[in-house]
């Protein structure tokens, strides 16, 4: 704990400021809801030249936090050939699974098994793959789209804490994006099984999908659930999920599978629908 900032992280009630954070940006009376989404325009520089609505026509904050965009502002890269950023945001580390771990910041790792709620299984078969992750910042679009196509296996929601996701705690708390609550996604497409895993943070208020609505976060229990292959498939680039305030998504991909951009790097900004990285193994058609 090397500053007050990571400090009093440890020291606050993670939980409760969350759901107190939660109850006043779902708020829809109209003299809360406008002067919080005016401040925060003002205080992070939100470029509302891509909303699709004006700041006064949201119904709460967390209506304007998970905005959605004017068409066309978020071209795709070509598919058939890359894997696409899942969001707006920027890299918080990209590279390769090597015994397990992942790298996250300034010598500190966490296990592909932790992230995935205690799945071996899965784990084992992400053993030499890539992983990339990346950061959403306050100002981003805060929707989450799928990195490649692919069909809907399982989730596995992870209760955890809910320490920022940001660099300074990144390079602070060990095992960060393995303690925190999170939203683990497992697909199978073209590309092999792949994960994309929404991690929550401080004072973040949800995580919700596209096929079952707001999660139940801040709940004690693991809860995981099996899908139907037929039930749930995505194109790349379709929306998945998004986050009610906050923070971070993990992406990891089977060996052989992925080769990221080798111009990416920690802190490189990146947005939803870029080429992060090329497909291996493209098979006709797919």
């Known amino acids: 704990m090397s500053s007050p900032f990571i400090w009093l992280q440890h020291a606050l009630p993670h939980h409760a400021v969350s759901r ?23 205080a992070y520089d939100v470029d509302m030249s891509e909303a699709a609505r004006g700041a006064e026509e949201f119904k709460s904050f967390n209506d304007f936090f998970t905005r959605e965009l004017k068409p066309g502002m978020r071209p795709l890269a070509d598919s058939a050939t890359h894997i ?13 699974i090597e015994d397990d771990r992942i ?29 990339a992750t990346i950061y959403l910042s306050p100002r981003d679009y805060h929707r989450v789209h799928m990195p490649a196509a692919g069909s809907l296996r399982s989730t596995t929601y992870v209760p955890g804490e809910l320490f920022s996701v940001n660099q300074v705690t990144a390079e602070n708390v060990d095992g960060l994006f393995a ?5 683990s996604c497992l697909f ?3 590309d092999g099984l792949f994960a994309s895993i929404m991690v929550g943070a401080m004072i973040v208020a949800g995580i919700e999908t596209v096929w079952n609505g707001l999660v139940e976060t801040h709940n004690p229990r693991l809860v995981r659930e099996e899908f139907s292959a037929d039930n749930h498939a995505f194109k790349a680039g379709d929306e998945m999920g998004r986050f009610i305030l906050g923070s971070t998504v993990v992406l990891l991909f089977e060996p052989g599978r992925v080769k990221w951009d ?3 790097k920690a ?19 797919a």
């Open 262 to 264: 080798a111009s990416l």
């Open 179 to 183: 303690r925190n609550e999170r939203l």
């Open 103 to 131: 790298f996250q910041a300034k010598g500190r790792h966490f296990t592909a098994t932790q992230l995935l709620g205690g799945d071996a299984e899965a784990a084992e078969r992400f053993e030499g793959g890539s992983f």
């Open 188 to 190: 199978d497409g073209p």
């Open 20 to 42: 107190g954070a939660g109850k006043i940006a779902s708020s829809e009376v109209p003299f809360i809801k406008n002067t919080l989404i005016r401040r925060f325009i003002a």
């Open 267 to 285: 802190g490189d900004a990146v947005r939803m629908g870029q080429a992060i990285g090329k497909r291996l193994q493209v098979k006709a058609g």
């Open 84 to 96: 696409l950023s899942p969001a707006d945001g920027a890299v918080s580390q990209i590279g390769l």
